[in-house]
């Protein structure tokens, strides 16, 4: 029964690899619209980030993000891209068994959270020690 579930879990975890690089090949492909590149490209680097926005290590909310925000993301982006694109992407991704690594992606995360810190300074400093 475990072996099962284990193995089940496995095969989901690489599915959800196998079309976060095809929506990666997806976005170099000159027929993906603009506002499917876009949303591809957030999800692809976020999923391929070697930093997480919730970091791992924070009791449920940690492994939230990676069960539920790049699946859903996945979803909105299968929708957008063209079903040839995509078709195309997958074959390449099947194919392939390179990991792009986002740097880039990396630091808008570390970016975002050092402002959000920043904030979350400012305003406790105003609200409590200013005053």
């Known amino acids: 029964m475990t072996v ?3 193995s089940r879990i496995r095969e ?3 599915a959800l690899r196998r079309e976060t690089l095809a929506l990666y090949f997806a976005i170099r492909d000159p027929r993906t619209p603009l506002a499917a590149r876009i949303v591809a490209g ?14 791992d290590f924070i009791p449920v909310l940690g492994l939230l993000d990676d069960l539920i925000l790049v699946p859903l993301g996945i979803a909105l982006c299968l929708r957008l891209i063209p079903p040839a694109v995509l078709a195309e992407a997958r074959a390449r991704a099947e194919g392939s068994v390179m990991r792009p690594k986002s740097y880039i992606a990396a630091a808008v995360i570390v970016l975002a959270w050092l ?3 920043a904030l979350f300074c400012a305003w406790f400093y105003l609200s409590f020690l200013a005053s």
């Open 115 to 117: 402002a959000a810190s």
């Open 12 to 14: 989901k975890a690489r």
């Open 42 to 55: 957030l999800v692809v680097a976020y999923a391929f980030s070697p930093i997480d926005l919730i970091p």
């Open 4 to 6: 099962r579930w284990t």
